[in-house]
C-alpha cells in the first residue's frame, strides 16, 4: 500500500509498527471487553468479532500508512480523497467520515503515543558509524543500504519464521535459562522487541552478500557501537541468510515446474 502511494521507505517500516502496534492492543481491548461481559455465548461473541476485525483490516492497514505518512512527509500525505480512492478501487465502500474514524481509532488506541524510530533509522545510524569508523572509502554504504533495506523487508514478510528458527538455535544454547515456557515466551518477545539487534544483524547481512571480508571485522565495529553481542549477530545473521536461500531455492523449484 506504501508502494502504491509512492511512500519512502521509512514510511512504509513506521507503517508497519503502527500497525503492528495497534492490532496488538486493539485485540487486547476487543478479548477483554467480552471477557468482563455478561454474556453466555463468549465463545460464539469473539469469533463475530475477530471476523469484523479482519473484514476491517485493510482498512486499518490503510489508516497507519496514513498516519505514516504525516509523520515523514508533508506533501505525500495519504489524504481522505486518496484513502477513498484506493479502498474503491479495491472493492470497499467507506464513507470519508468512516476512514476519518478510523484514523482516530489508531490514534486512541495507542494513546496517541506513535514510535518516531524505525528499524531503517538504526540501520542508516549504523551505516554512518561504520563508515565513520572504518572509512567511506573501505564501506560502499550506498550499496550496503540498498542490501540492507531488502533484507529487512524480507525479514517483516518472514518475520514469524525467522524469529521462531532463531528462537530454537537459542534454547539449544542456553537451555538451562529456559526452564519454563513462560520464561521462553518473555525471552522470545524480548528478542522480538529488540530493534537494535535486528538493525545491526540487517547491516552485518548486508555486508555479508556483498563482501563477506568485511563480516568479522564489521561484527567487532557493531559490538564496539552497540554492545551487541558477536555470537548474537552471527546467530541471527546465519537464520536471515539460510531463510533467504530457502526462499530462492523454492522459487527455483516452483520455476523449473512452471
Not at 489508531?106 to 563508515?131: A, F, M, Q, R
Not at 540487517?202 to 564489521?218: F, G, I, S
Request: hydrophobic content about 40%.
Amino acid at each position: 500500500m506504501c508502494d502504491r502511494f509512492e511512500l519512502p521507505c521509512q514510511a512504509k517500516y513506521a507503517a508497519l509498527e503502527i500497525f503492528d502496534r495497534f492490532m496488538l492492543k486493539h485485540l487486547q481491548d476487543l478479548y477483554s471487553h467480552v471477557q468482563n461481559t455478561k454474556s453466555v455465548r463468549k465463545k460464539s461473541d469473539w469469533e463475530c468479532i475477530l471476523e469484523r476485525v479482519k473484514n476491517q483490516a485493510f482498512l486499518r492497514i490503510l489508516s497507519c500508512c496514513q498516519i505514516a505518512s504525516k509523520l515523514n512527509s508533508h506533501y505525500k500525505v495519504i489524504t481522505v480523497k486518496k484513502a477513498k480512492r484506493c479502498l474503491q478501487d479495491a472493492g470497499y465502500s467507506y464513507s470519508c467520515e468512516s476512514i476519518l474514524q478510523s484514523e482516530m481509532r489508531v490514534l486512541k488506541t495507542l494513546y496517541y503515543t506513535i514510535p518516531k524510530t524505525s528499524c531503517l533509522d538504526y540501520i542508516e545510524i549504523l551505516l554512518e558509524l561504520l563508515g565513520q569508523n572504518l572509512g567511506k572509502d573501505t564501506l560502499d554504504l550506498k550499496v550496503y543500504h540498498d542490501t540492507a533495506i531488502k533484507i529487512l523487508t524480507f525479514v517483516c514478510l518472514h518475520r514469524h519464521s525467522i524469529y521462531d528458527r532463531l528462537y530454537v538455535i537459542t534454547a539449544a544454547i542456553g537451555a538451562a535459562a529456559l526452564a519454563s515456557s513462560q520464561e521462553q515466551r518473555l525471552k522470545l518477545a524480548e528478542v522480538k522487541m529488540d530493534k537494535m539487534l535486528l538493525s545491526a544483524t540487517v547491516v552485518v547481512a548486508a555486508v555479508h552478500l556483498n563482501d563477506d571480508r568485511l563480516t568479522e571485522e564489521v561484527m567487532i565495529q557493531l559490538n564496539k557501537i552497540n554492545g551487541v553481542p558477536i555470537q548474537d549477530l552471527q546467530d541471527f545473521m546465519k537464520v536471515i541468510l539460510e531463510m533467504i536461500q530457502l526462499k530462492i531455492t523454492s522459487f527455483k523449484k516452483w520455476n523449473t515446474k512452471m
